[in-house]
């Protein structure tokens, strides 16, 4: 063998020396980024590390042992497993290097992320013979990612979650990229409608300077603040809104992110707020009564023009001012004025004095409350009208019982009076007559056979005329009595009381066929209103003698919170024109060969109704049958109470 085939090329010191150098550089450079490579050479057991591993540890530095196993069991618990499976499989050559990311415990507790790189170097058999790695530290990196994924994440909740409406669009062609749920539930768009589309495609925005702003203001500064306008939904309504939007860059693609707020509820609430301030500030400006506004304390905050005329000063002299210079210390009635009451009790109302501008005292009623923001609202109504409408309507009552009392004693004079007339037609008037009677009934039966026709007919004359005229005294003295009879009110059975007189009238001579209705109970005299029922029955009774199928018909209805009954019948009627006369003493419409009757009996019930606070009424036309109506008052207990049907 040639003995130059064995000989090898020795460096020199300046080779050494420079060599080293530059392992210190990379040692320092790998140091400096937190790298540290290792060789594991697995023939000889032997680890090699090149960079200190301890600052990667927490520890100080040089003190880390070095033996792979050491730094295999600062490996996180979590990420052991699948740490030590990747080793395996290096090293069994199932994968011939790996990468990989894994948590050390450092000895204080602290956790450093570690990027490792391993490759493994097979001999000829197969079987690994060494192995390589490389650790960077990346705690840096993956704090920063977990707090860009956090960020993400709150940014996508955010976008999602929020009740404004964002959307995401390409400024170059205005495509809407990405819209968030509130995008769609303000809009009216689903995304499948809206995206891949433009805003002004969809007819979003109402309007050319609508869009032509929002245009002008983004060339001009980049962005939109707060500016109000109106969205047009998908079905038409249109919503008012607050838009703000901003360019952004998403990677080297300029785009547009609007944020679109729905303030249509807030914006109606505003201008009827506005609306409501303007219409209280009018009617403020224009209440004749003095309208001041009180801080707790009691000084004037602001006061309308009644108030300032009233002090004569002008309403920037009255502000600040406390409200007691202008009013009396005390009300009326001694108390003081105690606002800290209105804010406690929620109310105020007295009775002072205040001063005038010209030194006068007026007297006022004092109304206060307080108001929301804690102030105090106080008015003050200037009270001498009404005292002196107060005293006058004391002067009329003083008169009015005086009148009163003289017309009572003229009323009681008049039915002094009456009473003696009455007493007068019942004695001295009626006695001739019954006279006359009795005379002419005498002439018949002493000279019953001498009596010629016309001796006859004029004896049946008078007694006819005396009948009548005792019929007539008769209907006058019931019609005195039914003007001075006191009224004694209580319950009556109005159906009860009918059903009596019809039962009373019914004689065998009575064809017409009579039909009672519901009748309520009502207040009222019960002697007196069966005088009524009598008085309209016989009527009825007279006047359908002549018809072929007579009827009368008895019923009540509810009018204007009182109760009107009704008598009704199908007889020969009246002419309407003279209705009014149907109820004056003697009046009548038909003659005494017609109808009998002294046209007393309708004048007697008018009377008696009036004297119960009701009302009478005539209604027919001829050959029309006739209806008589009157009201009485509701029986206190209510109107639903009727007598039995039965």
Same mark, same amino acid.
Request: aromatic content about 6%; overall charge neutral; hydrophobic content about 40%.
């Given at each position: ?143 920063? $990612?977990? &707090? *860009? +994924?956090? #960020? %993400? ?5 955010? !976008?999602?979650?929020? =009740? /404004?409406? @964002? ?102 609430? $505003?201008? &009827? *707020? +506005?609306? #409501? %301030? ?5 009617? !403020?400006?224009?209440? =004749? /009564?003095? @309208? ?102 004391? $002067? ?251």
């Amino acid at each position: 063998m040639d003995d130059s085939a064995l000989t090898c090329e020795v460096p020199s010191l300046e080779e050494l020396l420079d060599l080293k150098q530059k392992a210190e550089q990379l040692r320092f450079a790998q140091d400096t980024v937190g790298i540290v490579t290792w060789v594991w050479d697995l023939v000889t057991d032997r680890v090699t590390w090149y960079g200190d591993l301890s600052p990667l540890l927490g520890m100080a530095p040089e003190s880390f042992a070095g033996r792979f196993r050491d730094y295999l069991a600062l490996v996180h618990p979590d990420d052991a497993d699948s740490s030590r499976q990747a080793f395996v499989d290096c090293l069994k050559g199932r994968r011939p290097h790996y990468r990989s990311e894994e948590r050390l415990v450092a000895p204080d507790g602290s956790v450093r992320w570690i990027e490792t790189h391993c490759r493994a170097f097979y001999g000829f058999k197969g079987g690994a013979v060494k192995m390589t790695g490389m650790l960077t530290d990346v705690t840096y990196r993956k704090m920063q $990612e977990e &707090a *860009l +994924a956090l #960020s %993400e994440e709150k940014f996508f909740r955010a !976008f999602h979650a929020t =009740p /404004d409406a @964002i959307a995401l669009t390409r400024l170059a062609d205005g495509m809407l990229v990405e819209m968030n749920a509130a995008f769609s539930h303000i809009t009216g768009y689903p995304a499948s409608e809206a995206l891949g589309r433009t805003t002004t495609a969809l007819g979003i925005w109402s309007g050319e300077a609508q869009r032509a702003k929002v245009a002008q203001k983004l060339a001009a500064k980049g962005k939109v603040r707060n500016m109000m306008g109106t969205l047009v939904r998908r079905d038409g309504a249109r919503r008012t809104v607050i838009f703000n939007a901003e360019r952004l860059m998403i990677g080297d693609v300029p785009h547009l992110m609007s944020v679109t707020r729905d303030i249509t509820e807030q914006h109606t609430a $505003e201008k &009827a *707020l +506005a609306g #409501s %301030e303007r219409r209280y500030r009018s009617l !403020f400006d224009a209440a =004749p /009564d003095s @309208i001041a506004i009180l801080s707790p304390e009691g000084g004037i905050l602001d006061a309308n023009p009644a108030a300032c005329r009233a002090a004569g000063l002008p309403r920037e002299a009255l502000i600040g001012r406390p409200i007691t210079e202008f009013m009396a210390a005390d009300d009326l009635a001694g108390q003081p004025l105690r606002l800290g009451e209105v804010l406690e009790r929620g109310s105020l109302v007295t009775e002072r004095e205040v001063r005038r501008g010209d030194g006068s005292l007026v007297p006022v009623e004092v109304r206060a409350w307080p108001l929301p923001d804690g102030n105090i609202q106080l008015i003050l109504r200037d009270l001498t009208e009404r005292r002196r409408s107060e005293a006058l309507v004391r $002067e009329l009552n003083i008169t009015l019982e005086r009148r009163v009392a003289e017309r009572t004693a003229e009323l009681e004079a008049a039915n002094r009076e009456l009473e003696s007339f009455s007493q007068t037609i019942s004695h001295d008037l009626r006695a001739p007559v019954r006279a006359i009677a009795g005379f002419t009934a005498e002439l018949r039966r002493s000279n019953a056979g001498h009596l010629d026709a016309p001796g006859t007919r004029y004896l049946d004359l008078v007694e006819r005329s005396a009948h009548r005229m005792d019929t007539m005294i008769s209907d006058l003295l019931k019609f005195a009595r039914a003007g001075r009879t006191p009224v004694n009110r209580q319950s009556v059975d109005m159906r009860a009381l009918a059903a009596s007189v019809v039962e009373e009238l019914a004689g065998p001579d009575v064809r017409a066929e009579i039909s009672l209705g519901e009748l309520p109970v009502v207040l009222g005299d019960p002697s007196l209103l069966r005088q009524v029922w009598i008085n309209l029955l016989s009527n009825a009774i007279k006047f359908v003698s002549k018809a072929n199928r007579p009827r009368i018909v008895i019923d009540s209805a509810m009018r204007e919170g009182a109760i009107e009954f009704a008598v009704s019948d199908n007889g020969c009627g009246f002419d309407p024109e003279y209705s009014d006369k149907l109820f004056g003493m003697f009046q009548r419409l038909h003659t005494e060969r017609e109808y009998e009757g002294t046209g007393v009996g309708l004048a007697i019930v008018q009377r008696i109704v009036e004297r119960h606070g009701g009302r009478v009424s005539a209604h027919s036309g001829p050959g029309a049958g006739a209806e008589f109506r009157f009201t009485l008052p509701v029986w206190p207990g209510g109107t639903d109470r009727r007598s039995d049907p039965r």
